[in-house]
Structures are given as C-alpha cells and as structure tokens.
C-alpha cells in the first residue's frame, strides 16, 4: 500500500477531532442537533485550519444514517463515502477550476433532482473566492432560494474578495489560526503514535513555523521525518532555514531600534537566499499594522484574529516604540510598498527606504517637546553649581566638550559692551565647534546684566533657540573665559512683530499657531500679552539704565 502523507492520514474525521476552533464547532453542533440548518455556508479563514475538513463533517453529519446527535458515526455506507470522496449526494467542487458562467449553469441544472441515498444533496466549493463575477451572478438565484435538499458550503482564504451578494446570502463562520500551543500538542500526540523521535525545541520550531496552519505544520513534520531518523533543533534548522516569519519578526526589531546596519544585513542575507523583496515588503506592512493594532487597543485578539501567543509576542515589540513613531514607520512602509513593487531594482529601493524608516527612533513627539521646554526654562533660572550636581551624568557629558566653569574670588574685571563680548564668544566657540558658532551668529542679544547674558532668536530662526539649549553649558564656559567670572546664560525664542499690524493682529496670529494651543491646553494657560523681540530688548536696556548696570 502506498504511503499516505501526515496531512491526509491524521485530516479530521469528526467535530471532536478539530482543533482551536471550539466556538464554530460548537455552534455548528447545535445547529445540528436543534435541526436548524441554512441551505449556504460560508467558511472563511487561513489556509490549513480546517476549513475544508469541517464542511466534510458536516456533510457527513447531515447525511449520517445513525448519527447520535451532532457526532456522525464514521461508519455508515454514507460516511465512509464521503471520506473517501465517492459520494452521489456530495460533489466537491474546486472553485479555482470552474470559474466560468457555464460551470454555474451545469450545477443550477444539477440542483434540481434528489438526492440519490441521504437526506441532503451538498455542494462543497473550495475557494470560492475565484469564480468569475458572471458566474457569481449566475448563481445568486439558485443561491437565494434553492430546493429545499440542497445546501451549499463555500469555502475561502480571502472573503472580501467575494461579492456582497453573495456573502448575504451565506451564514459566515470565521475560522481562527490555530496557536502555537495547540499545535504542538496535536504534534505530540501525532509524532508518539507515528513513533517519530523528535526533540521538543523541533516541535517547537515546527509549530512556529507554521504561523497558524496545522495542515503547514504536518507537512513540516512529514519532510523532517524523511530527513533524519532523529530529529533535532540544529538539524530541522539545516533543512528548514529561519522560518519567514521570524525573519519579519528580526527585521522589524531592527527597524523599530533604528538599527540600520543590522536591517541592511538582513535585507542581504534574504537576497543571497533568492527571497521575494516585494513579498517581503507587503508583509513588513502587514506585521507593522499589527504591531499599530496591539499598541492601541488591549482587544487585539479579536480584531487581528491571532492567538492570544502571537499577541504577546506583539506586545512586547511595542514596549520600546510610541504609537506616534508606529504611526510615521506604516506610512514610509506603505509608501515604500508601492515603491518596491514597481521599482526596477527593488533591492535598492528597499534599502533606501529602510534608510528613511532609521530616523523615525530619532525623532520626539510635539508633547515631549514642550515637555522638555517647561523643564529648560526652569533649569535656565538655577545657579550653574545646583544644575551639574543635580545631573551628574549630565556633567560627565559636558567634561568632554568643555572645560568646567570657574569661579574665582578676584574681583570681576569690566565687561565690555554686550555686542563686543558676544562677539569674543562667537570667534572662541568657533574654534571649537564651528557649527555651533554658525547657530549663533543668528541670534540677538537682549541684555547684559552682571552675571547674565540674554540672547534671543527671532522669526524664522526661532527653532535654533532650543537646538542650542542643549549646548548652553560650552556657552556658559566661553563666557566665564572672556569675562573672568561665572555668568548665566539665558536664551529666548520670541515670534518676530510683522509691520503694519497691531497687537490685536499679532496675539491672534499667535495664538492661531497649533504649537501655542497644544501648549495652552497641557498647561491649563491662558495667553497674557504678545512681545515681539525689539520690545524686549528695548525693556531690558531700560531696566540697565535704571540699575546702571
């Protein structure tokens, strides 16, 4: 006798021996037993769940000459046919093959005689998806009302391609992918009786691979038995490679750190394998969908129809990344998906764009940004000492970049004009750190007051005001060099008076920014009074005049 494949041998024989869809079984064995039975099912689902094996139960089910109640027996003359597809009263039908309009024509005849020894005559269409609309069309009247001995079962990887008029006519079972847990344990209770000698990491590795599919998982386990009398990790790993979805998984991690080094080693690991860079891309989208779902909803499960492991796994990738950052890495991935498809060399265009998706790690969110502002501006007002001892990883940062302040007891000379002394620090810090000096340039200053110096950013350079804060420090140290004594620097960012507007104009104008009202609303604030840069300069010499500072 000829050998029987894994899959064939061990397909499910009755509703007990399905496996993880326990709430479609339940439902179709009540339906049974209550004898409420609609003349169109629709079954949808992953490949190799059981979408094909529980329309064969149920056939049998309805025609079984001596079921006991929603179980068939799996030994009457009409069970044993349609296990082994010799039937009269079930035809299965593959929809892939018999797309056209005249295919639907011969069964529309065909429906109309009895059926030849059970109760029902049952038509089994397997992806049914791929009929032609002509032929969708031609069946809709059968399907609306056919003869009361008919039922019909379709059966299909992708429901959304099927035509609404169809699918309202259908009772619509969704079938879920199985977990990794249950398939394991099937796999355990299949290799014990087969007598297969396999370790548990392969059946682990087996189950993953899989991605849901226990049909996928037993032709994994029948190609590794033909391979080694004793099956090991390191051995199915030899002749099954990394499992597609763990690459997903591996890329994504160095996607979601920014890695790019690592991803463009990937990318040319899987082109040296000979792998579908488009494919590859369609699910890179998919799996960052998925990651978007999980990071904002805790019901994951139901809308991604994934096993409760999957979604954990999921979970953790999403700790380290904000939904923000998720949301800018689907949108260059979309983007790079049409990209790839229809580029000439989708290597390349692959690793561009990856390259794009590396500076979304860098990036903050406007929240975080104004945040980070309250907390400089509050920084800005305490002694320099206070601050480095209150972040001293901060100022073993800042020993690399600048020699520290001091402070001496000498009495402090006469500081020049507050243009001349700004410029003196603008040439020292350029020859240091010549961009910095650049940023600088662009700034006003406001005042100079004993210990401090205000500079100021108006306009369109208003941004490089917090693009320097972070460097204030190597500031402050220059100043200290030049004028022989501690001073503090402070730094301000003002919207620049446009002319031939008042103060009514320009504080609406203002206020019409969505920075001010994100800002506005997370403080609870309100807005006071507008000051364009000149006022302010022109305040703070007046308040030198009267001190005579």
Known sequence: MSYIVLARKWRPRGFDDLIGQETLVKTLQNAISSEKIVHAYLFSGPRGVGKTSTARILAKALNCQTRTEAEPCGTCQSCRAITEGSSVDVFEIDGASNTSVDAVRELREAVKYAPSGGKYKIYIIDEVHMLSTAAFNALLKTLEEPPPHVIFIFATTEPKKIPATILSR?????????????????????????????????????????????????????????????????????????????????????????????????????????????????????????????????????????????????????????????????????????????????????????????????????????????????????????????????????????PPVVADNREPAVLPDKDTLWKKVVNTIDAENHLLSCKLLEASVISLKKNELSIGFNGGMSFLAEAIRGDSRVIESALARISGQTMRLKIKALPKEKNGKNKKEIKDQVFAEPIVQDAIKMFNGSMVTVKSLEEEIQENKTDQDETGG
């Open 170 to 402: 259908c009772q619509h079972h969704s079938f879920r992918r199985i977990s990794r847990t249950q398939i394991r344990e099937h796999l355990k209770k299949i290799t014990d009786t087969e007598q297969i000698n396999i370790d548990d990491s392969a059946l682990d590795m087996i189950a993953r691979a899989a991605d849901g599919s226990m049909r996928d998982s037993l032709t994994l386990l029948d190609q590794a038995s033909s391979f080694s009398d004793h099956i090991d990790e390191k051995e199915l790993h030899s002749l099954l490679g990394l499992p597609e979805t763990e690459v997903i998984a591996n890329l994504s991690e160095t996607i979601l750190k920014g890695d790019i080094a690592n991803t463009l080693a990937i990318i040319k690991d899987l082109t040296d394998r000979g792998s579908d860079l488009r494919q590859l891309t369609k699910e890179l989208v998919e799996h960052f969908r998925n990651l978007a779902v999980v990071k904002v909803t805790e019901e994951a499960d139901k809308l991604l129809e994934f096993s409760e492991d999957d979604v954990q796994i999921l979970r953790r990738q999403t700790e380290s990344v904000s939904i923000e950052q998720l949301t800018l890495l689907l949108t260059e991935l979309l983007r790079l998906e049409g990209e790839v498809r229809n580029a000439i060399n989708p290597r390349y265009t692959l690793e561009l764009g990856l390259l794009r998706t590396s500076f979304v790690k860098g990036m903050t969110s406007i929240d975080s940004i104004l945040m980070h502002l309250g907390e400089t501006d509050s920084s800005t007002m305490r002694p320099a000492a206070k601050e480095t001892s209150s972040n001293p990883s901060a100022g073993h940062r800042e020993k690399k970049t600048a």
